[in-house]
């Protein structure tokens, strides 16, 4: 069955740090995959996409992430975090059958 | 935000009783999805639709059943809610499997 897997549970970071978020997805065929961002008390806003291509995207808010296939993995990167990167994140793919399904989300906490 | 509208927003409801929660979009997007959020476990796919009348099971169904009668709304019913039911439940849909968008959430609790 098609999963998907974070492994952070929960990170805290001070502003300025680097930020790597861990995921991997077990499916063997062709999926779109995506990085969800949840502020507190709000609902889930797309942060990037891959479907093809690069395997390096770019999102909003200076996010990126890296499709490495032979891994099964889609990591989200930022330089440098900001408070207001204070979230819970999530990791998602989409199979060709239209099933869309989601990591367990990493909340991330940013301290000024 | 894309037009998509869950109601009720908030409902409180006694083990044993049905509940349906509504989701309708305003968009015409084949795909509509039910999820619930609960705390570790991030988003659980409950059932999804890929078109009128043409559903399927998700990662956690047992308990639920859903409906689309019309592209525009899909029905998420609990025939005998229990406790563990209590949850904050999110819709979404998708033109295709290019990108899904999310209502603003039912928290649903059963006491």
């Known amino acids: 069955a098609q999963s998907v897997s974070q492994h952070n549970h929960h990170v805290i970071l001070s502003e300025a740090a680097s930020l790597e978020l861990g995921c991997n997805y077990s499916?063997?065929?062709?999926?779109?995959l995506f990085w969800y961002v949840q502020y507190p008390g709000q609902h889930l806003q797309l942060l990037l996409k891959?479907?093809?291509?690069?395997?390096l995207v770019k999102g909003i808010k200076g996010f990126e992430a890296e499709f490495i296939k032979s891994k099964f993995s889609f990591n989200l990167r930022k330089p440098s975090v900001q408070w207001s990167d204070t979230a819970e994140y999530f990791c998602?793919?989409?199979?060709?059958?239209?099933?869309?399904?989601f990591g367990q989300g990493t909340e991330l906490s940013v301290k000024p | 935000d894309a037009g998509i509208t869950q109601s009720p927003r908030h409902k409180v409801t006694e083990t044993g009783t049905p509940v349906t929660l509504r989701c309708h979009q305003t968009?015409?997007?084949?795909?509509m999805y039910w999820y619930r959020q609960d705390p570790g476990h991030g988003l659980r796919l409950i059932h999804y639709s890929y078109g009128v009348k043409d559903t399927d099971k998700g990662e956690v169904s047992d308990g639920y059943s859903v409906s689309r009668s019309k592209t525009e709304d899909f029905l998420l019913t609990l025939e005998s809610a229990t406790s563990s039911q209590t949850s904050v439940y999110f819709c979404?849909?998708?033109?295709?499997?290019?990108?899904?968008?999310f209502g603003q959430g039912t928290r649903l609790t059963v006491v």
């Open positions: 979404a849909i998708s033109p295709s499997n290019t990108e899904a968008f």
């Open positions: 891959y479907f093809s291509g690069d395997p």
């Open positions: 998602a793919v989409y199979n060709q059958g239209g099933k869309l399904i």
């Open positions: 499916y063997g065929g062709t999926v779109n």
């Open positions: 968009e015409n997007h084949r795909y």
